[in-house]
Each structure stands twice: as C-alpha cells, then as structure tokens.
C-alpha cells in the first residue's frame, strides 16, 4: 500500500512537470506568435455586409463607424429610403458579427468573446452596456444580440482564445465607433409621434410637431457627427427627455439610440405633465387647491375658479362641465387676450388661442402644458393673478443662470414643424 | 365683569410684549423660519424648516416643517406668537414660547386664493383662516373638547394679523380686499362678508366698481392697505413690460386715534411684484426699489446679483439670482433698508449694497434683525440711527429666511 502510494506521488510529480513543460511550450510558442486579430462586420442593407477590420490587423481601432440607421440608405447621419414600421433587422440593432482570423479560426481554439459599449452624454452622464458575451469553438461566429435594445458609443470586441492543451489566453481587441443616423421626417418620425400619441392621449396632439421642432429639430442624432442630441440641463434625443427628472426612461439605453422608443417616452412625460388623476386632483373641489397646481391643467381650473371668484363675484363653488381642465364660472369673467406688441405666436397656435371650458385641448390651457414639458423654469405661460384681476402671460425670455432663454411658447408656435 | 378682566388680562399681555426687555431679551435665543412661498404663477413649491442658531455661525434644524414634496404653500405670522405654515395636508403651527414643539394639523383642499390669514379671535384666540368650500378655521392651540379644525367665519377677518411682504425675489400674495362704499370690505367679491375698516370719505368707492385693495400689513396698532391705479387691476399682463406705481403711496389707518394718513414709500410695485413693506410693531419696513428698465438678465444693474444664491433647475432650493432677474424685470434694487417709525416718525436707513436684503424683526427696544443674502445680522436702533449689525447667522439656507423671532429665554 505504501508502495503505491510512493508510485501514485511519482506519477503525479511526473504528470505535473509534463503539465508545466506543455505550459512553458504554449508560452514559448502560442503566446510569442498570439497576434489575435478580430474581424468584423454589419449589415448595412444599403451595401451588405460592411467590414470593420478589413487589413485584418491585430488589436484594430476601426475607423469605419456603423450607424444606427433606421432606414434602408443613408447619406451622412441623415436616413432616407426609410420604411415604416421599422425593419427591427436593421433597427435597432446594427447586426454585428466577429471571428478571429487563421490560424485560431478552427475546433483547436476556444474563443471567450465579449462586446462592451460605452457612452458619456454631454452631461457627463457615463453609460456601459455589455452587449454579450460568450464562450464558442473557434470557428464559429460570435453574434451579439442586446435584448434588442439600441446602443451606441465607444465599443470594444474583446476575444480571449486558448486551445485545447493550455490554460493560458491570448487575447485580441478591435474598437470602433457606433453613432446613429437620424430617422424619416415623414416616413418616420410623423406615423411614430401619431402611433404614441394615440396610445398614449387617445387622440392626436395638435402642438407635437413643434414641440419636437423645438426641442430637438426633431433629430434624434447630432448631424454633425451622429452623437445623441443633447441639450440642458440633461435632455436626450429627438424629444428631449430629460434623464435627471426622468431617470426611471433610463434604466436602458434606448432613449440615447432609438428615436422610436425616445418618442414614446416624450409622450408619456407630456401626458404626466396634463393633469393630475389622483384622489384629490380628480375632483372639482380638490382640482381647484395648492395640491393640484403641478399639473398644466389642474393649474388652469384653478386659475379659471380664481377669476370666477375674484373678477366678478362668481361662484364660490368650483364647476367643471367635463373632466380636469374644464373649469368654467357661472357669471362672464375675463378671458385672455394675448398682449398687443409681444412677440407673435399666431403662426402655428392661433387656434389655440381661444377660450373653451368644455374641451382643453386646442385652447389657453394647452399653452400652459407646452410650457410644462419644459419645465416652466420662470413659470406657466399663463396664469391669474388674483393681486391683479389680471390674466399674466409670460412673453419674454427667461433668465437662468447666466444664460437668457428666448421664450418658450413664443419659439414652439414659431418654429418649423419637425415633420 | 368677566369682560373687563378679560380686557386687562389682554392690556396687560400687549404690555409686557411691548415693553423694553433688555435684559431679558439678551438670554433669548433666536429662531428663523425659512420658506418660500408658492408662487401663484409657478409648478414648484419649496421646504420650509425652523432653525435656530447653531455652532459658530451655523444655522441648526429645530424642526423640518415641510419637504419639498409636501408642497408648502403659505406662511401666517399672527404677530403674537404663533406662525402658521400651510400646505395641501395641513398645517404646522410654530409656537413662539416654545418652538421645538411639534404642531401638525391635518387638513384637505387647503386654499388660499379666496381667503386666507392669521387672526386673533375675539382679540386673544390665535387662530388661522382659510377658504375651501367654505371658511375654515384652525385653533393656533388645542383646546380639550374643542375640535383644532372647525368652520370660520369671514368676520374674524377684522381681526386679520398681516406682517407685510416678505423679503426676497418670493413673494407672497397679500390678503386682499375691496373698497364698498366708504368701508373696506372682504373678500374681495361682489358679496363681502365683513368690514375692516371705514375708509375717509376721499377713498370712498361705489361698491359695484369693486376697487381693489391690497393689504399691506395689519397689526393691533395699524392697518395699512395700497390701492392699484386701475392701470394695473384688469388688464391683461404682459411679465415682459409690466406697469409699475412709483413713488408707492400707502393709506395707514391709527386704529387707536381711527385716522388715515398717507404714506409715501421708497419703493416701486410692478404688475407682477407686491408691495414690499413689512411691520414690526410701530415700524414700517421697507426694501428700497426703483423703476429702471433694462435687458433680461442685467437686473437693472441692482448691486450685489454675484452674492445671490443659484442653484442648479433641479435643486429643491430656490434660485435667489434668477428670480430676481426674472421677477423684479427693471426694478433697480440699490440695498437699501428704509424704515419709519410710525409713531413718533424717526426714520432709519441702512444702507447694505446688497438687493438681496430685508429687516426680518424689529423688537420693541430697538433690537433688529435683519438679512444680507446669506447671513443675518443684529444691529440696535438708537434715535435714527442703526449702525452695521453684529453677524448672528451665515449659512447656505439663509436666503430662505424672512421670518425671525426671539424665543423662550435660554434656559443655558
């Protein structure tokens, strides 16, 4: 029995010098000779399949950027030849493949493959996805998929192939750029913002196309170099979003990428901006308190009730004919009349400038929900002032910091539509 | 008889409070509220928390009031001893002689549109008003077997306790009233429920004109209302060229001799500005202002804009520099603290450099307070004069205070 054992102690003695001589070979040779080139590729429908590592050169910076592109052509980062509903092969995810080149494209290795991306918006808001990350037989391709999710930025493919006999890894990089081009005025952006607004209001907005104009020239992506259209103090994307007051759109990187995704989750803040559904703002007693006034048009029956109480005597009772926003007085109060010599908004909000306590939308009080999707950082656009018997608009630019904002309903009714 | 003893045990509270104290005084500490009111123009609301003096010149949390998610709206100081803060759930009373104390109210459809104030019930219940449905009101203490919450009644309201305008870029909107006749009426609707005063025959008004008044400041001693020129009631607003009244002249009733007198205050009011003139007792408070149009963003060239707190769009803080820019649109704002006594006319002026400045109290012998951006200081009136004061408080939540007062004294 002792013998044996001094037999089985030799043996494995043996057996691990073999294994640290077959080590030292693979470090000598593999490792000496491990230039591990990553090849790459995506689809590009307009072109097929467009080749990021092209010289096939080890631990390549790409110069070659894929865009996220909505439609079937493109020309710079502006889409065209673009199709609705969006071909998902193509959107969102650029359809990215990758080898190794020879000699380690075969059964012999094993490839650990990963994908990262990484984003740092203007507002130093830093973004890192792992796209995926596998381990598969040399020869085979490594395809990541991102739960279909868009993502964009700084992206590194990283491949760790070892063979059969060695523990040790080589490793080969290739980096490159993923920006976006920007969707479809028409084709596009206009049957996503009608799609979404449907869902989300039952109806179509009649403002949105001005809005998006004015938040972003309805791009999604910069022109100049694909990157995220961003604004201050932290919006995103063709509507905007903003991830500071809106961080719960964020928990994915859609909104930076996916200008369809970036509209639905604009509508969904401009319909949180509305009113206000809960226990106290739903009723009309409620509506009309210090409660409610965060909402554009729980503001507006409190403003309306104001000037029924304190312009003529009205009731003391508030009275809505509809639901929230329609606040109307038993006795005529002062309706709004724009002030004569500020700055137009009759181009594209005439119609709105009108006053109805049955229908809020398309009237006063959808003036005051614009304003609320920006935040209304100097206030609604109008309101009443009880010290004044008076109906205040807000015509002028707004002071924040050391930057003068230009009046925020003045630009929307003014600016070119985005579709 | 139970009257006449009630009436000296009041005489004899008005008294004490009025009376030099000195020594006394020195021992008590001071206490601060800072809050912003909600602005009738604006979705965002504010905190509002009572601190005192904490290590050095620190300031110390004696009570958080209200978070900013609790939407802290309105603020009442009876002037006896009792501050009313309001919010949509309710409301927190802040006692005087003993401010740790916590007093939360619970209330709904709080508003303070219609009505809304402090007043001292049959002249010694401190109490608040305010209009939902109807008046309500609530008892400043509890009162076993009396519900904190009942109805009120507009008449209380002749008893309305009204400190002024606070100071800052946030102001509050004023209790109003309406001139029917030769009395002054409220509310300020086409069925007034309760006089509080009568007018001269000179400011008398048809009821069916519904003049419009702003009241000023009202305490035991005086009544002060300002009535807008009728450029600037009912007519459409433009914040971007508003109107402005200046010099500001305002009526001030003696309530103990009942006669009006005008006034004329170194100040301007715009169509989207109040009247900036507080009370403390006999004196009249007020932050000087001018009328100077300029570009957005200048101010006006008011001296001390780069002192002013600002803060990021997303901050629970209010931004002091912007509103200023955006709200007090060509009001020249030089820092200039004027006050007149109004019972025996001294006047005092300060001069601070700072906009961002007001007189915060004012004690009966001659001690005050008063705030320079972030940091409040003491200073004593003697004669006509008050010389710069002794640094008390510097913090960064101290642009937010614009209500102090001298607590129990320091059992330390």
Redesign the interface.
């Known amino acids: 029995m002792a013998k044996q054992m001094t037999m089985l102690k030799a043996w494995r003695s043996r057996c691990s010098l073999i294994a640290i001589l077959a080590v030292l070979y693979c470090a000598t040779t593999d490792r000496a000779n491990a230039q591990i080139v990553v090849l790459g590729s995506y689809n590009n429908t307009s072109s097929g399949a467009v080749q990021l590592n092209p010289g096939a050169l080890a631990n390549y910076a790409s110069t070659v950027v894929p865009l996220i592109n909505p439609c079937t052509t493109q020309s710079g980062y502006k889409g065209s030849g673009c199709v609705w509903p969006v071909n998902s092969k193509q959107w969102p995810d650029p359809q990215f493949s990758f080898t190794v080149a020879a000699p380690y494209n075969t059964t012999t290795y094993t490839v650990e493959w990963q994908m990262v991306v990484k984003y740092t918006d203007d507002g130093k808001y830093a973004n890192s996805v792992t796209v995926g990350s596998t381990t598969l037989p040399g020869n085979q391709t490594f395809s990541p998929t991102f739960n279909a999710q868009a993502y964009g930025g700084s992206a590194e493919v990283q491949a760790y192939v070892t063979n059969a006999r060695c523990t040790f890894k080589a490793t080969g990089k290739l980096t490159f750029y993923i920006w976006g081009s920007n969707q479809d005025p028409t084709i596009q952006l206009k049957p996503t913002v009608a799609q979404y607004s449907t869902s989300t209001f039952g109806t179509s907005i009649w403002f949105l196309t001005y809005l998006l104009a004015q938040e972003s020239g309805g791009l999604q992506f910069k022109t100049k170099n694909g990157h995220p259209v961003w604004g201050s103090p932290d919006g995103i994307g063709v509507s905007q979003v903003d991830r500071k007051v809106s961080a719960s759109y964020f928990t994915v990187e859609d909104p930076y990428w996916n200008f369809e995704v970036n509209v639905k989750d604009g509508l969904l803040v401009l319909n949180s901006k509305r009113q206000n559904t809960s226990a106290v703002c739903s009723t009309t007693t409620g509506d009309v308190t210090t409660a409610c006034t965060g909402t554009a048009y729980n503001f507006w029956d409190r403003e309306v009730y104001q000037a029924c109480s304190s312009t003529t005597g009205g009731s003391k009772t508030p009275m809505r004919s509809g639901g929230i926003g329609t606040e109307y007085c038993n006795v005529n109060i002062p309706t709004p009349t724009y002030p004569a010599g500020s700055p137009s908004i009759a181009l594209h909000c005439s119609a709105a400038m009108t006053w109805n306590t049955s229908s809020p939308l398309g009237h006063w009080q959808d003036f005051d929900w614009i304003q609320l999707y920006n935040g209304a950082p100097c206030g609604y656009f109008l309101a009443w002032s009880t010290s004044s018997r008076s109906w205040v608009f807000k015509t002028g630019a707004c002071v924040k910091g050391t930057k003068t904002f230009p009046n925020y309903i003045v630009a929307v009714c003014n600016h070119t539509p985005a579709y | 008889m139970h009257q006449r003893f009630l009436f000296i045990a009041v005489a004899a509270f008005s008294l004490l409070r009025a009376a030099p104290v000195q020594q006394a005084a020195d021992a008590r500490e001071v206490f601060f509220v800072a809050a912003t009111p909600?602005?009738?123009?604006?979705?965002?609301s504010y905190p509002a928390t009572l601190y005192a003096k904490g290590q050095g010149t620190r300031l110390r949390v004696v009570q958080s009031l209200f978070g900013q998610s609790r939407?802290f709206?309105?603020i009442a100081d009876d002037l006896h001893g009792t501050i009313y803060l309001a919010?949509?759930?309710g409301v927190y009373v802040v006692h005087e002689d003993n401010p740790s104390l916590e007093d939360f109210v619970p209330i709904?459809?709080?508003?303070?549109?219609?009505c809304w104030g402090a007043v001292m019930v049959n002249e010694v219940h401190s109490a608040l008003q305010y209009?939902?449905?109807k008046v309500y009101r609530v008892q400043g203490t509890a009162t076993a077997g009396t519900p904190r919450v009942a109805e009120g009644d507009w008449t209380a309201f002749k008893a309305l306790q009204f400190g002024g305008e606070n100071g800052g870029p946030f102001q509050m909107?004023?209790p109003?009233a309406e001139i029917a006749n030769n009395q002054l009426v409220m509310?300020?609707?086409?069925?007034p429920k309760a006089s509080l005063a009568e007018l001269p025959a000179a400011m008398a008004s048809k009821p069916e004109a519904?003049r419009?008044v702003?009241i000023v400041a009202s305490n035991d001693r005086y009544l002060a209302i300002w009535v807008?020129p009728a450029s600037?009631?009912?007519?459409?607003?433009?914040?971007?060229?508003p109107e402005h009244a200046e010099p500001l002249k305002i009526n001030v009733l003696n309530r103990a001799t009942r006669e009006w007198k005008t006034m004329e205050v170194a100040t301007t009011v715009t169509?989207?500005t109040?009247v900036p003139v507080r009370i403390f007792g006999d004196w009249i408070a007020t932050v000087e202002m001018k009328w100077k149009p300029g570009a957005?963003?200048t101010g006006s060239g008011s001296p001390g804009m780069q002192n002013e707190r600002?803060v990021?769009?997303?901050s629970p803080q209010p931004?002091i520099r912007?509103r200023y820019?955006?709200r007090f649109?060509d009001v020249y704002i030089p820092g200039r603290l004027v006050l007149k006594n109004l019972a025996d006319g001294r006047t005092v002026v300060m001069d601070i450099g700072q906009q961002d400045c007001e007189v915060l109290a004012v004690r009966s012998d001659g001690t005050m307070l008063y705030r320079v951006n972030d940091a409040v200081f003491s200073t004593v009136i003697d004669g006509e004069h008050a010389s710069v004061g002794t640094l008390l408080v510097k913090d960064s939540e101290v642009p937010d205070i614009h209500w102090a007062f001298w607590g129990p004294a320091n059992k330390h």
């Open positions: 909600a602005q009738f123009d604006e979705p965002k939407q709206s309105s919010g949509p759930d709904t459809n709080f508003d303070n549109s219609t209009c939902s449905d909107t004023p109003l509310p300020d609707a086409a069925d519904r419009l702003r807008p600037m009631v009912g007519q459409t607003v433009d914040a971007s060229n169509s989207i109040e957005p963003g600002t990021p769009e997303d931004d912007d820019y955006n649109l």
